[in-house]
Every structure is written in C-alpha cells, then in structure tokens.
C-alpha cells in the first residue's frame, strides 16, 4: 500500500509532464531514472482499494487518501497558476517560483524558478524580486552577478518587501558588489524591523551589540532581540537566554535564561539546545539533570553545533 501511494500520488502530478525527469534520466541521473519509472506508473485499483481500507477502519489507509488529494489538488493548482500566469497574472507567476525552487510537488528546477520570478518581479510583486535577487547571489538557476543580487534587492525594498530591505542591508554591511556601508545596513535592517520582520530586528539589535555605525547599547539591542524573538526568530531568543544567563543588561535570572533557551532549542536553534543543555548539567534555573543535558547535546549536535558534538561525545563540557 505504501509503494502504490508514492506512486500515485507522484503520477497526479507529473504523468503528463515527465520530459524533465526523462532528459535527465538519459543523462546518466539514476534518481532522475526511478522518479520517471514512479510517475509513468498508474493503477486503476488504488482509488478503490484504499478507499475501501479506509472505510473499513485502516487509519493508515485514511492518511494515505487524504495525502493523495493533497496532491491532487496542488496539481490542480499549479495547472492554474500556469494558465493565469500566461495570462499576466504575476502573483500567480511568484507562485509557480515558488514551487520550482522548493521543488516539493515538481521536480527542482533553479532556472525556471528565476524565470518566473522574473515575470513576477516585472509585475511588481516585491518579494518575487528579493527572491531572484537570491538567485543572482547564489548563483543558482542564473550566472551568479552580485550586482543584479543588489539591484533586485534594492527593488525589493524600494516595494516594501521588508525582506528585500534585509537582503540589501546585508549587502551593503558585507561589501557585497557595492561600497561596504555599515550605515547604509543599519538603516535598512531598520526599515524591516519597522514593517515587523523579525529577522531585520535581529540584525539591528546586533548593530546595537557591536556598535556598527550606532553607539553601542545593549539595552536597545536587548529590546531588539525581545521583538525579533517574539516575531519568531530563534537566534535572537537565544542571544536573549545569554544575556538574562550572563547577566548582561539586565539583572542575571537562571530561570528566564531557561525559558529563551528553551524557545531557542524548541525552533531548531542549535545555540539554544547547547545552552540549555549546559543549564541542566549544572542545574542552572531547572533541576540538574546530566541525562537531559547529554540529550540536548546530540539534537544540537545534530543542528551542526560543534561545541555540543564535543560535547556529546567526548564529554567536553
């Protein structure tokens, strides 16, 4: 049952457009190979057979059917955004991007996604522009040009898409194809954090941190990390955990640390998971506990921490 879902589900989406996966599979790409055997593949049965299952009890059955239809209808999505996209439709070309450089529900294709978001950029959809600008820095789909990097980004921004501004502010702080501007970076880390987006307030708060063009205050730039972790942004909870765990600022409190190192861990942040494995070694605002330590090393390990792999296993800590 579970080889027939994969091969159905993957036939929804791609039986009538499997050139992509035959070209490469002619080219030597094994995967490429397997894929085009799984999406030529059809079964008349399927349909039937687990719909039966499901109706019957089997809770397998009823996840794999719902699955299906997930794909089903994204097919029918992206043949509408393809159709509303030929017909001008620039959201709907950023969509069809999108999907190309995720590669989720068709195959992953750079190029394609840079053509799209091109379109979509022309339309004045900012984000599609901040997006190609991605691209062009990577290199990935296009000939990599920093200059055209920081001229999307530029476009981004000047459309309001908070992270283009990013993107252009980093640039700028970098020297990335223009004159290094520590400056020029702040104010546009500040015109996303202004629009709400976490990842600008973190950047600011760490000009604030370091001084970059801006007397250094680590007051202003913990209340920057408070709003960045709040958006979301798990580097800035962490940088939150240190400063509460080195009493930093504000007054040194073990639990509060605690908590941000927890946010930090619980959204992937490999400096959290570090962090708050230490506070559990030395039972540090949480009941010592070596075992939930050692844990807490291997998932940031895992997270590509090397202080926590030595950590982990050779008991560097």
């Known amino acids: 049952m579970k080889k027939l879902f994969l091969l159905i589900c993957l036939c929804f989406f791609g039986c009538e457009n ?14 490429a190979c397997t894929d085009l055997e799984i999406i030529t593949y059809t079964d008349q049965n399927f349909f039937k057979s687990v719909k039966k299952a499901c109706n019957e009890g089997d809770a397998m059955s009823c996840i794999d059917l719902d699955r299906v239809y997930e794909y089903h209808n994204r097919s029918k999505e992206f043949k509408s955004f393809e159709k509303t996209c ?15 450089y995720k590669g989720q529900f068709i195959m992953h294709n750079y190029s394609k996604a840079a053509e799209y978001y091109k379109k979509a950029c022309d339309g004045e959809i900012a984000a599609a522009c ?31 898409d908070a992270g283009g501004c990013v993107d252009l502010g980093v640039a700028y702080e970098l020297g990335n194809s223009i004159n290094q501007n520590s400056l020029k970076a702040f104010e546009y880390f500040k015109q996303a954090c202004d ?10 708060g760490v000009s604030y941190a370091k001084g970059r063009s801006v007397k250094q205050d680590y007051t202003k730039a913990f209340e920057l990390y408070k709003k960045a972790c ?7 909870c962490s940088n939150i955990g240190v ?41 540090r605002g949480v009941e010592e506990n070596k075992q939930t330590a050692r844990g807490l090393y291997s998932k940031s390990c895992n997270l590509g921490h090397q202080d926590a792999c030595n950590a982990y296993f050779y008991g560097f800590y």
Do not use: M, P
């Not at 030929?86 to 950023?94: I, K, M």
């Not at 007054?251 to 640390?257: G, I, L, P, T, V």
């Open 18 to 31: 499997d050139s992509e996966y035959k070209i490469a599979c002619d080219s030597g790409n094994a995967t």
């Open 86 to 100: 030929d017909e001008g439709n620039a959201s709907s070309c950023y969509n069809l991007g999108i999907e190309y």
């Open 130 to 160: 901040d997006s190609l600008g991605v691209l062009y820095e990577g290199g990935w789909g296009v000939g990599q040009d920093y200059s055209k990097a920081v001229e999307y980004y530029k476009k981004a921004c000047e459309g309001e």
């Open 195 to 204: 629009k709400g987006y976490a990842l600008g307030c973190h950047n600011l």
């Open 230 to 236: 709040d958006g979301g942004h798990a580097d800035s």
């Open 243 to 283: 400063l509460y765990e080195n009493g930093d600022v504000v007054e040194r409190d073990y639990s509060r640390a605690f908590e941000y190192f927890k946010k930090a861990c619980d959204a992937k942040d490999a400096r959290g998971c570090y962090n708050l494995g230490i506070l559990y070694k030395y039972g």
